[in-house]
């Protein structure tokens, strides 16, 4: 890299002051000057440490542990819905891949949690153009009965719409829900859509509808619906929710647009089987330094029941796991590094608000998860202490030869590690996935290994286990300032 | 096109004895020169034909025929297996809307054959990595009552393997027959790897075999099984098939590889329903010279249960019946063209049987099948009597500003007019659609309107208008030559 003269006043100035007084394009001349900046500032150490991370992302990128755990998981053990026997083999699964692995302190740690599991799951149009539906119900949906359910369905095209049924329009038929789901790189259509099936039932029920049927939260054409939890309200009683694959949806809104009513016969027979045991499986990599604290690493170990779970969420079990293992094998950290292989997310997030109860009297420093797939990481985002700058750009540097950008939003972190960063009030960085293909296959039978690209999983592995080598052998102060 | 000399040697012999003595690098540079010389034979009617003949290509191109005939079966009828109430639903609509768009004689054939229907299907691997998968029953396939069969599996990575086996080594056991099936463009890897389909079942079945599960016979990476007709021989008893979805397959291979014995539990409960009624519809657009035999153009109507049959064959029914549409609406050809929506073809080709038998003494002179979906047609292929050369070139000349090649292979004609031609001993044209797709869809759940490509589906429309424009206004001999 070329030397570059700094003007002092930029030197002088922090990033965060200077925001607010400039515009994008001086940003970007900025931006470009501290690149620079950032190299010289590098003391031999700095250089000799940047020469360390290159030969680890070499390694990390040459990975394939990740790709072996996800193999392991989806074939010897495949669904592994949370509170079921599929979990516990699963957990067990873990703990000896963990030991073997070299970790400290494996272990798991259980709880208790309501458990929903599936029954039969059928959908036919009855008139006035008979034929079969692909169908699966939502978690928590209420069951029609072995007999089942006929009804009119009564069609609106958003979420909108459905919230501005009048009350009671709904009596005893059947509410559908459509909406025009399109892939996006960083998942937020989910949070545009997804909401069909977080709310839309508890909607419907309030209304007086006999149960609901939404287009799937998803953004592939193929006839494996998604399911996913929903929740209804305390006091609201459950009814029968099941999601279409979005070939089935837009067919049955092709016969809705002919005019003519259109009937539909739901048979959804889930059952709610009462308290099961679920469980987070834990593991460490130990520091040298116990006063600083330590680094938290998760993904999720449960699993949708519909398919193997691979890139939901065994290839976050992977990308951490290797990464953590990459830095174990070069050398002992100063921070500790704990792995968080937790149960119960898609039901609830019960093995997340589990350790963040338990482990919270635990020093604590940073939380990362890993929880969307196994395609590339794009970008990455912090959240630490304002004196913690210096470690945030050597971060965002080190990662530049991944192909990886640095956002502009601060890391929140994923759905296991909320609990712990809400109580400890943590410092978080979020290495973003590419999620242009994820709602294609997420909460599907279509969940399973061949979606695995084994060299996006790889450039996952590099780009963690370059974070958690710099952070891990860091002993900056990353005590977040108090929340107001 | 420029004015070529053509040596008077190439003019005088035919093709196909040159063909014997001259290099490939020889024809090439021949197939250039004649493509001038057909340019210099044509009269000036056939040049005002050929004017005629953009025209219709342009229009043609612009069609919504086909797209809606494949929107209405598939939205409208769905799933229309042969032998039942889907398919006759399906007759019914096929009338109607061959009569609205002016077609004349129209009729319903029908005749009755032996129907067997799809019960419960699952598959499970009980020990030593329980999961579920994905699987559907084979056409024809036995029964293993509802309590199931659990056995042992025996892994035969491809057909050749499980002929290898010694009789009696598979007595009581579960053969499970893999292959590596490839996407190609002329669909031949059907032919080298579906006989794991077509024959292994019987072959398992001889070799004491208490059931089969085989890889699906397709090209995707979906949870969705492709089914498909297999056949026992006389006096085998037929054994409980499945296919597996392709994901699954994989699974259970990486399972198998690891060493231990596989157990499998199969339900799959299908039922033979005695002799149904079917039928062929049957329309036409009557030709001005009765004296010349009739052009009949055939897809069929029927499709398996588990998709809405969009590419197997509600696009072969819209692509024909566009085309002759179109034709009709430029001007009543010399021919009759007679549109053949045949009933019955995926288990055992009872409605194209039942059209060669019935209508062998009509005055046909040549057959044309769309059964391979709804992707572009790329290369077109004769079988004409050898007098009908410069039709055929015409023909393959008029196909050049659409992208289609021509092939060496002789025609051959689709599975529903196999009966015809062979009883009537008759010309044939085939327009080979691109089949890089067609496996991943093929007889699977997939198989919905949204895998339609609309302008896809016109090249083929505008194709098929040309080559039944062309012949249906020719008067041509079409008479083949006395079989050898």
């Avoid at 072996?68 to 516990?88: C, K, S």
């Amino acid at each position: 890299m070329a030397h570059v003269a700094i003007p002092p006043v930029r030197r002088k100035r922090p990033l965060a002051k200077r925001k607010r007084r400039v515009s994008q394009q001086d940003m970007r001349k900025i931006t470009k000057l501290l690149a620079g900046a950032t190299a010289l500032f590098l003391s031999t150490s700095a250089l000799a440490d940047n020469h360390d991370i290159a030969a680890l992302q070499t390694k990390a990128l040459q990975d394939d542990i990740a790709y072996d755990i996800v193999e392991g998981l989806t074939t010897e053990i495949g669904p592994r819905q949370a509170g079921t026997e599929a979990e516990a083999r699963a957990r067990n699964w873990a703990v000896a891949k963990l030991k073997a692995l070299g970790f400290s302190n494996v272990r798991n740690e259980a709880y208790l949690m309501p458990t929903w599991v599936r029954g039969a799951e059928t959908a036919s149009v009855i008139s006035p153009y008979p034929q079969k539906l692909a169908i699966t119900a939502l978690g928590n949906s209420g069951s029609t009965g072995a007999q089942g359910l006929t009804a009119e369905l009564v069609y609106f095209p958003t979420l909108a719409d459905l919230m501005a049924a009048p009350d009671g329009s709904l009596d005893g038929k059947i509410a559908f829900v459509s909406h025009e789901m399109k892939a996006t790189q960083d998942g937020s259509s989910y949070g545009a859509f997804g909401p069909a099936r977080f709310v839309g039932p508890n909607i419907a029920a309030k209304k007086g509808a006999a149960a609901i049927v939404i287009r799937s939260a998803g953004t592939d054409h193929h006839r494996n619906p998604h399911t996913g939890n929903t929740n209804f309200e305390e006091g609201v009683t459950p009814i029968p929710a099941g999601a279409l694959s979005i070939p089935d949806a837009e067919n049955l809104v092709r016969m809705i647009e002919r005019g003519k009513p259109v009937e539909l016969k739901l048979v959804l027979t889930p059952q709610n089987i009462g308290e099961q045991e679920s469980g987070n499986v834990i593991a460490e990599l130990p520091g040298s330094d116990p006063s600083l604290g330590m680094i938290v690493i998760a993904c999720h170990l449960d699993s949708w029941d519909l398919g193997t779970g691979a890139i939901d969420d065994a290839s976050g079990c992977g990308i951490i796991t290797a990464a953590a293992k990459h830095v174990m094998a070069a050398g002992q950290p100063k921070r500790t590094i704990r792995l968080l292989w937790a149960g119960a997310e898609e039901v609830g997030l019960w093995g997340g608000n589990a350790y963040g109860e338990a482990r919270k009297g635990d020093n604590h420093a940073l939380a990362m998860e890993s929880d969307f797939g196994a395609d590339r990481v794009w970008r990455v985002e912090f959240n630490l202490p304002e004196s913690a700058k210096p470690l945030a750009d050597r971060i965002a540097n080190a990662l530049q030869p991944l192909g990886i950008g640095r956002g502009q939003q601060p890391a929140t972190g994923g759905a296991d590690v909320q609990a712990i960063i809400r109580n400890n009030n943590l410092a978080v960085i979020d290495l973003q996935q590419d999620g242009t293909r994820y709602f294609d296959l997420h909460h599907t039978p279509d969940d399973t290994l061949d979606k695995i690209d084994p060299e996006q999983l790889r450039q996952n592995v590099a780009a963690w286990t370059t974070v958690l080598s710099i952070v891990g052998n860091s002993d900056a102060d990353l005590t977040m300032p108090p929340k107001e």
